[in-house]
């Protein structure tokens, strides 16, 4: 099970903190990344984490601006997000793998439900 919060509506420029806690299994040799989906485009990955030596990739569209971290010991990963544009807007949502890290979304099993992130211009 994994449960995302944190999102909200937030003018350009402005900072948003995701948190996704993971519960039910474990991902101790896995990864956890963050994907959105924009209405009426294909779901994007945004930035992941592997669990056993915090090693993280980053689109290019937020490098720069966004840090995933994670803490194992709340089984929490956090998607820390500066410097919003409007098209950041998106459902955010949380993924988790067993074993190693990737970036492909299909390759993810376990899914949150989604929290909306809404950037004004």
């Known amino acids: 099970h994994l449960a995302e919060s944190g999102g909200g509506v937030v003018q350009t420029g402005g900072s948003l903190r995701l948190e996704c806690v993971v519960s039910?299994?474990?991902?101790?040799?896995?990864?956890v990344g963050w994907f959105r989906q924009a209405p009426g485009k294909e779901r994007e990955g945004v930035a992941c984490?592997?669990?056993?030596?915090?090693?993280?990739f980053y689109a290019d569209s937020v490098k720069g601006r966004f840090t995933i971290s994670s803490d194992n010991s709340k089984r929490t990963v956090y998607l820390q997000m500066d410097s919003l544009k409007p098209e950041d807007t998106a459902v955010y949502y949380c993924?988790?793998?067993?074993?190693?890290?990737?970036?492909?979304?299909?390759?993810?099993?376990?899914w949150g439900q989604g929290t909306q992130v809404t950037v004004s211009s």
């Open positions: 993924a988790a793998r067993l074993f190693g890290l990737e970036v492909d979304g299909n390759r993810y099993n376990y």
């Open positions: 039910g299994f474990t991902f101790d040799e896995g990864a």
């Open positions: 984490v592997g669990a056993s030596d915090g090693s993280t």
